[in-house]
Structures are given as structure tokens and as C-alpha cells.
């Protein structure tokens, strides 16, 4: 078989790995042996499996009943180990391996992280091994379509649990120390295999016969109970909707202090950050939501990832494309006040949109050549775009069919691999054979095309004439792209239901006797929409009356936004649309109105312009009034949006400067900090972060003392970010500084930058100290992290073409680069050039 990636070819599979780790919590080493059972195809003597940073103790293959010695040679370019034999094996076959390494704190492979207890440092092991860290662990064939099942056994000193993706079969005492033997795994892929070496506290429940556990480091568990409650919720809901049952006997929930990632599918054993899984019973309305996003996300991998797996990585959007869209319906079913189908909107969607209008964007499907090139598209294209593309065709073919494939696909890939091509067969059985083309067409054309279109919408004679072009922010003349466009729209604001058709070609007629009210009925389409003056003022003026519904409206003033970032349309028409029919407006218009003109002051704030002070009045005017609706205290019986907007409202109105604003954050800041009483959790973040930004020296000593002594994940994170939030240049290069120390984890140290980054003081300090820091952060956040590309996002903050000049030339050294920031430095470039662009065109 040919590859168009970085294989170790098909003529040896494993099937079955009998693994034996042994740890060392004292010396951070560890020794295994394995022995992986293979089916060699075609006779050979030489077995390539991948290997990297392990020694080799002894290594030896069984064929037919004869036994010979291999010779391994290791090719850390290549990360792999090839066992090279004297006489030729086919078929069945086993690999015995003795191997040895060193557990990191890279937070990747099997790697230590660091927790306190009673003032004294300790320590657990864990695992990350997406996307191709399961080599650094041990050796074995680490490729997605390599699938296998695993007896695992770890022998550890006795006082030490051990975790792993089954539960323990039987424990024994084996030369002094813990021998836990775990049950067969499902066939799976080296990716999602699991260990975890420590002392933990554990929360566990029982949905049926299944036992879901929340496990903390010590002292912790009291932070479980969201979580645990969460679990037991989505797992019922994901077995009705996939219609297959969660097939292993266990679901462990395990919180990691030191994570590099959100969170991590290993199936039955999912690792999360603390902050995505452990949060107070009383915690802000924002961090619950935040645990069940992340519980709901990785609960859908257990089906799309775990059950059935990418064959190869650049089908990786099949996992997190579904487990981003999924992770919103599962919490929109279960807890429909949360009203998360319209956030999936305006936060999923949205996000989508703002990184696909970019010239250095990529399509959903790329080729991957090899496992680190995946690093760059573990990325807003994979996860929000390809959610939103599949929202756009569960709507175009309607709810049941779509569930209906999805079942299909499930049941006809479980325990195995696929592709894209099998999951659109899946839905063109769902839909029927006569729509299964035209189905396939659509969605073949979306996740291979980067990019997306936009529709001009004009009246001519009584018809409305549409005609599509490709969206970009920063090319006035796109190519002329074309996209099979699912398009909903209603003729009048009582039709919730609208018409549907697919509009093929370049332009389109709509023949009807009442004008068109809104194309892109409750924004399911992957496309924005530009309306002629005279219907912008019409569907102006019925968002002012609130007559369309509340997506719709949001849907208008986004689109509006993104084309006047485009310069399609002037700066200062938005802001009188704005003031002229967005007061008063609801959820997610109020929230996106605050964020846009909050972006909007933040680039301006430094400048004399006129638009500045506009920009800034109708800010606070709207902060402010948005205040006097929802008020400073919450309800008893208040909804989770009005928790939301109040907010939302101060972070507005005290950044637009409001003198009664700014007062009250101080003085609920104060109380808070000195722990007479506590206020609104959800309050606490808009709180610090106003009072830091207009704060002195005393302000940032009492977040920098409360960060150091809190261990609730959550406010410990809201600490920390304040600390950023200061306007001040010499308190905002203290931030930065602080960033660097012992005090912040490694995975906590991309928060102060971006956040500084962001502040208009902090936005002309973010490329010296990037600069100063670069060769540190190459070293602290390695390739398979994820991490380094977030400190290249700040620089896109840059306004300025000299220091834009000066960060192309840094990077254009080789010393300099790696191969997991060059989209991240595309993107932050270009994103630099368009507020470049913006601000000139503007007079800002």
C-alpha cells in the first residue's frame, strides 16, 4: 500500500501489547518490558515500530515456535527503532522488548506533575500521548490505524494507586513493591492508551452498572461534585442519541495539576486540567459551564475517536469537529436554561468565522506528512469550523437523518478506522440514494475548500437577487470561488421555519410576493450575508423592535462588523447602526455589540482621533445601560444569561471609563481580598480585571499574594489573569516577568501574555519580552504541546509596520523557527496588517 504520509507501512500489524511498567516516583526513571503480538505479512528481517528518548535493554522476536535475538537500531530523526534479525519471520509473531527512560515535565510521553500537600511538594505521573508521544513511553507501532487491545500491568512501591483505561483485575506484592494487573482494553489506538501513578482522592457514582469516578490529587475532592453530576448526565444522553452503549465498565475523570492540553480522550481514563474539571459548588455560573463543555467534549470522543478513530491525522477534524458540535447539543439538551444552541452560535460559529476569513487559513482537511505536523491544526479549523460546517448540514438535511447516519457510521466502523468518504456514505444512506451525491458533494467541497463565501442581497423588480464571493478581510479582489451554499431564509419575521434550497451556482433569484426579511435563517449557514442600505435599515429596525429572533439579530450586527474589519463598509455607519438599533437588544447581540466595540477601543485607545471618543462614548453608554437592566446584584431565581450580561456590562462600562463603575468594582475588589466576605463568584473576574486595569502597586502585590495562596482552580486562574490586566507599562512588564517564575505552571504561562497583549499599554511591551523570553519558551513548551504557537498569536496585536518589520526578521532565522509556529506566524502577521489597514482606512 501506498502513503502520502509518514508510515511504518502495513507489512507488520500488532494486535495484542502485553506491557509491564515499572516507575520510580523518587528518581523520575522508569523500565518496562512488553511483548507486542504482530502479524507479518510478507517474510522480512528487519520490524520497524517508533521509539524516541528510550534505551533499549534486550530485544527479541518468536516465530513459529523459534526464538532469535534482534539487534535494535534507533533513528531518532525518524523516531524509530528497527529490529533487525538474522533469519526472515512471516506471520504471527511476537516482539520482546526491555526499555528504559526518564519521565519529563514537558507534559507530554509519561511525565511528572508537581501538587502540594500540607506545604510539601509531590508528585504523580500521568501520560499524554496524542498526538505521537505514546513512542516516549515505549516502543510500539504509534499510528492511528494501527489499532490493538492492551494488558497493562505497572509494579510501583506499595502505598501508590495506579490508573489506567481498565479497571484492576488483581493486585499483588511482587520483590517488595505493588504488582496491578488491569483488565484487556478494547482494540484501540496507542494514542488513547493511559497510565497514571500516584495518591489521589476519588468521588465515584453509578449510572447502571457503570462506575463513574472524579480523581483529584489530595485535599481536592470537595472540588469533584460538578463534575461527577455533569458525567453521569452526558453519559446517559450520548448512549440514546449514538443509540451504542459506552462499551468499557469504568469512566475515570482524572484531574492533572500540570496539562498541556484542555483536556484528553484516553478512553475510560480522561485527563482534564484542573480548571476544566474542579470548581467549588457555588462556583460562577462561567466555570460550570466550562466543566460541562470539556466533560461533554471528551465524552464524545469516547464515540468519535475512541470507538471509531481517524485513520490518519489529517482526517483529525472528524474527531474534534464532532466532539466541539456534540459537546454543545448534549448541554443544550440537558440543561436547556443554559441555552447553549444559541451560544454554540455566537461562541463556536463565531470563532470559526473570525479565523476563516484570514488569507493564511487552511482547509478542515489537510494532508499530514508526518505526526508533529498535526501540532498546527490542533486549531479553531478542526474543532469550530468543521462544528459549524456540520451544523450547517444537519440542518440542510434535517435532524433525524443526520442522527440517523451518525448511527450508521458508529455502527459500521466500531472498533476500527475512517475516513471522511465513510462517514458521507453513512448520511447518503440516512438521507436516501437519491439525495446520497448530492450530499456527499456538499460536504466534500466544504472541508476541502479553506475559506468561505459571502452573499450580496439586493431587490430588483420584485425579486431578490443573491450572488456569492469568497469572504476575506484582507484581499479586495478574492478569487472566484465557488461553494455549494445551503441557504435558509424567511419572508417574514413570524416565520420560524423559512425555505431551503441549495444555491449551486454564483448568483441566485428568490421569486416572491412579500421582500426578503432575513437569509440565513437562525444562522446555520457557514457563509455572511451583505444587504443593500435600504434592507440593512429594514432588519435595523426590526431588530430594534425585537421581532426577529435573538441569533438573527446577532447574525446581522457579526456580519455588519466583519465588513467594516474588511473596510467594505465605514467604521462610522457601524457605530450609528449600532446606536440606532442595537440598544436594548438581547443575548448574544448585547454580548457581541460589547465585544466588538470593546476590540474597537482597545486599538483606538491610544489615538487623539475624534471616532476614538466616539468609540468610547458609545461603549460606556451601552455598558452602562445594559448595568441599570440586569443590576449589581443577582437574583435568586435569575437566569444564567442575565448572570452572564451583568458581567459582561461592567468589564464594558469600566473600561469605557465610568467613574460609578469603576468605584464599586474597588470596592467589592477590597472586601474580597481581605476575606471579610465573599461576593458573586460571577462577579469576581469583571471585578479584578477592572480594578487591576485603572490599579497601582498594591493592587497588583494583593493579586500576585491572593494567586500564590489560593487552590481553588478557579480563582486561582481569575488571580492570575488579572495580574495581566494592568495598564500600567511598569506593572504590565512585572506581569510579564511574573509569567516566567516558579510561581506560574508551565501550562498557566501563556495566560499573562495574551492578556497583557491585549491592553493598550501591554500591546507595545509584547514583542521585546517575547523576544527577550524566545529561546526559553522553544524549551519550555516542545513540539506535541501545542503551547508555543499561543505566544506568537500576542504579536498579531502589533500595530505598528516597524515592530511588524522587525518580528518577520527575528523569525525569519532559522534558529528562530519551528515547524509547529509557522501558520501561528502567518496569521499573527496578517492579522497585524489588517488593523494596520483598519486604523488608516478609519482615522483611528
Known sequence: MKYNHESLGDNVLPSRYELL???DLKTFDFKGKETIHVTVKKPTTTITLNAVGLSIDSASVECKGSVQKARAKANPAKETLTLQLQRR????????IEFSGKCTDNMAGLYRSRYMENGKEKWILTTQFEAANARNAFPCFDEPGMKAVYDVSMLVDKDLQCISNMPAK??????????????????????????????YDVVSDRLGKLKI???????????ANHALSFAKKFMRFYEHYFGIKYPLPKMDLIAIPDFAAGAMENWGAITFRETALLAEDNASVAARQRIAEFVAHEFTHQWFGDLVTMK??????????????????????VFPEWNMGTAYIADEVGIAFSVDQLLSTHPIH???????????????????????VLNMLEDYVGKEAFQKGLHIHLKNRAYSNAEAADLWNALGKAVGSSRGPEIKRLADTWINKKGYPYI???????????QQRKFTLMDPKPAGDLWPIPVHYSLSPKDRAGKKFLMSSSTAVINAKEPLIKLNLNQKGFFRTLYSEAK?????????????????????????YAFVKACKFSLREYLEFVGNYCFASKYPLNISVLQHLSGLYSLAYSSKSDVRDDIRALLKEYGVELLKQVGWIRSQNEGTITTKLRSAAISAAGFAGDAATIHKAGKLFKISIEGKRGIDPNLRSAVYGITAFYGGKDTFDALVEKYKGEDVPEEKIRCLQSIGMFNDAILARRALEFSMSGNVRYQDGISIPAIVSSRPAGRKLIWGWTKKNWKALMSRYPSGTHMLSYFIDNLGTVTDEKTLGEINSFFAKKQNRRGDITRALQQANEIARINIRFMKENGV
Open 536 to 560: 440593512l435599515e429594514e432588519l435595523g429596525n426590526a431588530i430594534k423592535e425585537n421581532e426577529l429572533g435573538s441569533i438573527d439579530s446577532w447574525g446581522i450586527e457579526n456580519d455588519l
Open 456 to 466: 450580496t442581497v439586493k431587490d430588483k423588480s420584485g425579486k431578490t437577487h443573491l
Open 366 to 388: 489537510v494532508p499530514v506528512g508526518k505526526p508533529s505536523d498535526v501540532d498546527q491544526i490542533f486549531d479553531e479549523i478542526s474543532y469550530q469550523k468543521g462544528g459549524s
Open 213 to 223: 469516578s472524579v480523581m483529584t490529587t489530595p485535599g481536592k475532592k470537595r472540588l
Open 312 to 333: 490518519w491525522w489529517d482526517d483529525l477534524w472528524l474527531n474534534e469537529s464532532f466532539a466541539t458540535f456534540m459537546s454543545y447539543k448534549a448541554m443544550d439538551a
Open 170 to 199: 488483581k493486585e499483588s506484592i511482587k520483590e517488595g513493591r505493588k504488582l496491578v494487573t488491569f483488565h484487556t482494553t478494547p482494540k484501540m489506538s496507542s494514542y488513547l492508551l493511559y497510565l497514571g501513578v500516584g495518591n
Open 89 to 96: 519471520v512471516s506471520g504471527a509473531a511476537k516482539l520482546t
Open 21 to 23: 511498567f515499572q516507575p
